[in-house]
C-alpha cells in the first residue's frame, strides 16, 4: 500500500489554520476541545495529511476568529482578472511569515505595547536584513 501525498491545497490550508492558532497562542489540544476533535486530529489537519471538512473549517474559523477565506489566502493558483496570477512579491510574504520564525516575529510585533516598540522591532529587522555577510 502507498501512502498517498497531501494535497497542497490542504497543506495550505492546514498551514494557514496553524499560522492563526499559534498567533493567538492556542494550543493544538483547546483547538480540538474546541472543536469536539482530538489535539492528533488538529496535527493531521495542519499538516494537511487529512482534509477538514467545509463544516469543520468554518468552525475553526469562528473559533480562530478569522473568515473561511482567510485559510485560502495567498493559495497558489486561484484565478485573478487576468487568468491565474503568477508569484508575486505579496506571496512571498506570505509564505515567509507563515514560518516559524514569521510567526515569532508577528507574535513579538503584536505583543508590543507602544508604538516606540515596534518602531524599534522593525528597525532592528531592517538592520539585521541590511547587514554585509
Known amino acids: 500500500m502507498t501512502r498517498r501525498d497531501p494535497n497542497y491545497i490542504d497543506v495550505h490550508v492546514g498551514t494557514r489554520m496553524r499560522m492563526r492558532r499559534q498567533l493567538i ?44 477565506q482567510f485559510f485560502f489566502d495567498g493559495l497558489p493558483g486561484l484565478e485573478s482578472e ?26 513579538a510585533f503584536g505583543d508590543a505595547d507602544t508604538a516606540p516598540k515596534r518602531k524599534l522591532i522593525a528597525g532592528l529587522a531592517r538592520l539585521i536584513v541590511d547587514m554585509k555577510s
Open 25 to 68: 497562542n492556542m494550543s493544538q489540544e483547546r483547538l480540538g476541545e474546541l472543536l469536539g476533535i482530538t489535539f492528533q486530529q488538529v496535527q493531521k489537519y495542519e499538516k494537511g495529511s487529512n482534509r477538514i471538512s467545509a463544516s469543520r473549517l468554518f468552525y475553526a474559523a469562528k473559533t480562530l476568529g478569522v473568515p473561511v
Open 82 to 107: 487576468g487568468g491565474f496570477s503568477e508569484a508575486s512579491r505579496g506571496d512571498e510574504f506570505v509564505a515567509t511569515m507563515m514560518t516559524p520564525e514569521g510567526i515569532q516575529l508577528a507574535k
